[in-house]
């Protein structure tokens, strides 16, 4: 099990080093940073595990906490926070709430404080293992829904246009994309092309997404080949059972090889 974190914070402070060396004590790798767009941007893709200790300095950092609810979201990051209540309530106003995995008050307790972040990492190590779904939708609204659907089953991947799904696939590999038919500026289907003309990502399954159901809508999205489709009105436990006859159908396929 990887046990490494980020940890963002404004400055070391007494706390923050206590903090550190406990988690070090126990296992933990710690990276740290500061809370400034280009420094967090060097971290993206390492680690999975983000551990923010907040400070009265958040109405300053907007555009951080933007960029952090973003690179949570696209990179399916796992983060924890540190503060006192209106630090916390500052934070989630920008923040959804339901991104924040723990959160521990202060005064802090550090032994506290590791003993959990060993749960975190253990969740963490479970959704290693599960498989990774990229859905790109320009819908904000139907991400977030789906995204809640699937996440007890996989570790889920949102991004909000094709040219954002493209940049994602430059340096991660996902067992399926769930791709948007129509979208804006670049649609699903030129997606799709500039997918299958890469060697890096040519084989990565692709399932459409569309919201029309009628037979001439449908036939023109089969005949760009993709890897099936789904009907964006299908419910919760319709797209849970596609997707689990899909994945059982790609290990069968691997079985006979």
């Not at 933990?28 to 809370?35: E, F, G, Q």
């Not at 997404?209 to 919760?236: A, C, I, R």
Request: proline share 4%.
């Amino acid at each position: 099990m990887d046990k490494t974190l980020l940890l963002i914070s404004k400055g070391s402070t007494f706390m923050v080093d206590a903090l550190s060396k406990g988690l070090k004590d126990a296992g933990i790798k710690v990276m740290h940073t500061s809370p400034i767009i280009s420094e967090l941007e060097k971290y993206k893709d390492y680690p999975d595990v983000f551990l923010f200790y907040l400070g009265n300095y958040l109405e300053d950092i907007k555009d951080v906490l933007t960029y952090l609810k973003d690179l949570c979201l696209e990179k399916d990051k796992i983060l924890c926070t540190i503060g006192d209540i209106t630090e916390y309530e500052n934070l989630i106003k920008i923040l959804p709430e339901k991104l924040i995995k723990e959160h521990y008050e202060r005064p802090l307790n550090i032994k506290d404080v590791t003993e959990k972040m060993q749960s975190v990492f253990a969740l963490n190590d479970d959704l290693s293992r599960r498989k990774k779904i990229l859905l790109v939708d320009d819908d904000s609204t139907f991400l977030t829904l789906v995204k809640g659907w699937l996440d007890t089953d996989y570790r889920v991947i949102i991004v909000g246009s094709g040219m954002q799904a493209i940049t994602y696939l430059a340096t991660n590999k996902p067992d399926l994309i769930l791709l948007d038919y129509e979208m804006p500026v670049t649609s699903g289907p030129k997606i799709l092309e500039m997918i299958r003309s890469e060697s890096d990502t040519q084989n990565i399954p692709v399932i459409f997404l569309t919201g029309k159901g009628d037979k001439e809508s449908v036939m023109k999205v089969v005949g760009l080949k993709p890897n099936g489709y789904l009907l964006k009105n299908t419910n919760k436990g319709e797209l849970l059972k596609n997707l689990q006859d899909f994945f059982d159908s790609q290990n069968a396929l691997r079985s006979n090889q």
